[in-house]
């Protein structure tokens, strides 16, 4: 598993505390994919409700709090496919 992944998986632990409603993927381009859901977040690959792909640096600048998810997503940066509703809900979690 990468460093980024690592990394991410950490990040996301910390500002998820009590699971995710639902299950969302983040996929880092060139890097792997996370999953979230309500046992967690874990380094995976499987089906989920929502799948958002970024750059790794896009991914670091929400994770950091310099990059809205919601503006990420009008500026092209974030890709969305599945459940929008699902993804605001990940977004204002990590805003």
């Not at 500002?15 to 967690?40: P, R, S, Y």
């Not at 750059?55 to 599945?82: E, H, W, Y």
Request: charged share 20%; hydrophobic share 45%.
């Amino acid at each position: 598993m990468s460093d980024v992944i690592n990394a991410a998986v950490e990040a996301l632990s910390a500002k998820l505390t009590g699971g995710f409603d639902g299950v969302a993927k983040f996929v880092i381009t060139g890097e792997g994919a996370i999953m979230l859901d309500a046992t967690g977040v874990r380094a995976g690959d499987e089906d989920a409700d929502v799948t958002l792909t970024a750059s790794t640096d896009t991914f670091r600048a929400i994770l950091d709090g310099d990059l809205n998810p919601t503006m990420a997503f009008m500026q092209g940066k974030l890709s969305v496919d599945g459940s929008m509703g699902l993804a605001m809900k990940l977004g204002s979690v990590l805003s």
